[in-house]
């Protein structure tokens, strides 16, 4: 059993039973709510006749359902109006915050959170929505959870839950260059299994990790969950502090003070013990791509799709589903893999550095005709910044559609939806049957960076041939 | 669909009926329910679109479409089933579908809490025993009496020793699994923490 670690110290101190079943009651310092898992919460709430317990400690924006061409009201679609009234009355009779459209901060909810300050070292983490595990970043501990217990956090501000163990994830060297953050959690999901996870927390640890940006960290943390993992999470540093500074919500003036010496004090020990210790040579990987219908098949850009005999005898099952479900044959190049859309966005990569990265790749070049490219930013502050970076005219320039912010192709609640059987380059984080809108659409996952040079050369390409 | 929906309620220590097998490792939420069914205020019409995808593509071959699982309440799945996305609309799709119990190699976290909140038990068996089962239900129905009280299930047949977590088998059993009363119930203790932690303490409210 784990011992020390961040994840346990967060856990105790947030500790506020044992309940008689076995697990534990454990107190919620911030929780996140959407329009998609949030409504029959409410609906719950209201047949037992309870109320908001601590409104001060839910926060709401919208981002599943809402159109990123024209988002003007009502929206076209009846049912994702429906959605969002409903989210808007909701927290107008309950008195929770509301991050709107229009009003400077909305967006989806793991990047508004993280730039508004209200992610912080050391906070338990909620939301309905299983990429919470994003929050991990900074040091809190933080995983999605269902309906039911939304309801639960809203009446309670507290959840049953039986504690995770802990796996740390030991990240040497450094990413070479053109390498990025999506391919290192790619590799190790591809390494660990996408279930490896379950019944963990990841700890992702070592120098590759140390030096990650805040938003790259949040790109590992995000995608903790592709590898069977609820919750994962880096210990604060430097970084996380600087971060945070002059951040909306972050504490101010002698707060600020307070804060940070508690937060300082927030880490695993260096003789903490571990369920378990994994490694991963952080220098040896290439650009990743998947090929496959779940995260873990994915290759490095110089490989090939893996013939059966190659794969594990638990992985055979489903690379036979993906061979016919993707129409690869085992032995094929994932390199020069015609694509037709290219999708940049996303919770895992939608933030003003994944912005920055496709379009230095994409400046002075031109998407390839066969290919519909589009950009959605993660929120309407990431628009904001691209906008005075003036990257937006960069996308534009090449051939990509400026979009607004939202959740968008990632899972196609919005219209932005794969066709018959295309097959996208997307910066998301899912490459489900289906995942895209199109019950035959094909996913390839890769890095913004290698989405932008999939977008230039109309197939499959390594990034590394434009920015070296 | 089916005959009018009751959910469960209160303690559930037996359940009995035939079981539905469904082949596949890694089988993830949006397959259960794609996400353009997630446009709802209520779970209510969810059963019907389970698997919407998957029997389309199958054209009325998949185990949710075949006559003779109509009446089936007990499935049976392999490994990291329901993994992806946190929505609580898959298992309320299975369930209003007709499924009260679920037997696989292993689930994903998220999809077990959610299974649990809405009284819907998941067991795991070792692969070969879920091959056993499988294999059965497709030669012929396979009824089973599963028991809470000694996580056992048997056919006229078969018996197996089935895993739970004992924290959700004791909820099951007491008939706590909907968890806001049990959560409640320490009102106190909450306000306690809501004023001792140190971060609520310097951080700006709304």
Not at chain 1, 45 to 50: M, P, R, V
Request: with cysteine.
């Amino acid at each position: 059993m784990s011992k020390d670690t961040l994840f346990d110290k967060v856990w105790d101190l947030h500790k506020v039973s044992s309940l008689p079943g076995g697990s534990d009651q454990i107190f919620i310092g911030l929780h996140l709510i959407h329009e998609v898992t949030s409504p029959q919460a409410f609906g719950a709430l209201k047949d037992k006749n309870l109320t908001v317990k601590f409104p001060s400690r839910t926060v709401a924006t919208v981002d599943h359902i809402v159109p990123t061409d024209n988002q003007s009201r009502p929206f076209k679609d009846n049912l994702a109006e429906q959605m969002i009234e409903t989210l808007e009355k909701n927290c107008l009779q309950h008195k929770i915050k509301f991050f709107n459209i229009g009003s400077g901060s909305q967006g989806i909810v793991h990047v508004v959170a993280p730039e508004l300050g209200l992610t912080q070292p050391g906070m338990t983490i909620a939301c309905g929505d299983s990429h919470t595990s994003t929050h991990g970043a900074f040091g809190s501990i933080a995983f999605g959870i269902g309906t039911s217990q939304v309801r639960d956090v809203l009446a309670t501000q507290t959840i049953a839950m039986n504690k995770l163990k802990v796996r740390q994830i030991w990240c040497e060297n450094q990413l070479s260059n053109g390498v990025y953050a999506k391919d290192l959690v790619l590799h190790i999901i591809n390494k660990l299994g996408v279930k490896a996870g379950v019944g963990f927390a990841y700890e992702f640890a070592g120098p590759a990790i140390n030096g990650l940006s805040m938003e790259e960290r949040m790109t590992i943390c995000n995608m903790s969950i592709e590898g069977g993992a609820r919750c994962g999470y880096i210990n604060p540093d430097e970084k996380t502090f600087s971060y945070m500074k002059n951040k909306l919500c972050s504490p101010k003036n002698e707060h600020w003070e307070k804060a940070l010496t508690w937060w300082k004090s927030l880490k695993s020990d260096e003789d903490s013990i571990y369920d378990d210790v994994i490694k991963i040579d952080a220098s040896k990987i290439e650009p990743t791509v998947t090929w496959g219908i779940t995260p873990g098949q994915s290759i490095g850009i110089n490989q090939q799709i893996p013939f059966l005999d190659e794969l594990s005898p638990n992985d055979k099952l489903v690379a036979e589903e993906a061979y016919e479900y993707m129409s690869f044959k085992p032995g094929q190049s994932i390199k020069d893999i015609p694509v037709e859309v290219c999708f940049i966005g996303s919770c895992t990569n939608g933030r003003i550095s994944d912005l920055r990265v496709a379009a230095k790749v994409l400046k002075d070049k031109k998407v390839s005709k066969n290919v519909k490219a589009f950009v959605v930013p993660g929120s309407e502050k990431v628009a904001n910044e691209a906008k005075q970076e003036g990257l937006d005219q960069i996308f534009k320039d090449s051939g990509f559609q400026w979009r607004e912010p939202g959740c968008s192709m990632c899972l196609a609640m919005n219209s932005d939806k794969l066709i018959g059987n295309q097959i996208s380059a997307s910066s998301s984080n899912r490459n489900f049957k289906g995942r895209q809108g199109s019950p035959r659409g094909r996913t390839l996952l890769m890095s913004p960076a290698m989405v932008a040079a999939a977008a230039i050369n109309g197939k499959v390409s390594d990034v590394r041939e434009f920015i070296n | 669909m089916k005959s009018e929906f009751t959910p469960p309620i209160g303690k559930i220590s037996q359940i009995n009926g035939q079981c539905i097998s469904l082949v596949g490792n890694d089988i993830d939420t949006d397959r259960i329910i794609p996400a353009r069914f997630l446009k709802c205020v209520n779970f209510d019409s969810l059963g019907e679109s389970v698997f919407e995808d998957d029997r389309k593509t199958l054209k009325g071959q998949h185990p949710f479409d075949l006559e003779e699982n109509k009446n089936a309440t007990i499935l049976i799945v392999n490994s990291n089933f329901g993994c992806g996305s946190s929505r609580e609309h898959a298992p309320q799709a299975l369930m209003r579908w007709g499924i009260r119990a679920i037997i696989g190699e292993s689930f994903a976290d998220i999809f077990y809490s959610n299974c649990i909140a809405i009284g819907v038990p998941c067991f795991t068996l070792p692969k070969n025993s879920i091959q056993d089962m499988q294999n059965h239900s497709f030669n012929k129905c396979l009824f089973l009496e599963i028991d809470m009280n000694n996580s056992s299930a048997k056919s006229k047949e078969l018996n197996f020793d089935l895993e739970i977590k004992e924290s959700a088998r004791k909820m099951f059993l007491s008939g706590e699994w909907d968890a806001t009363s049990a959560l409640l119930e320490n009102e106190k203790l909450i306000e306690n923490k809501f004023h001792d932690l140190p971060y609520l303490k310097f951080n700006n409210q709304f």
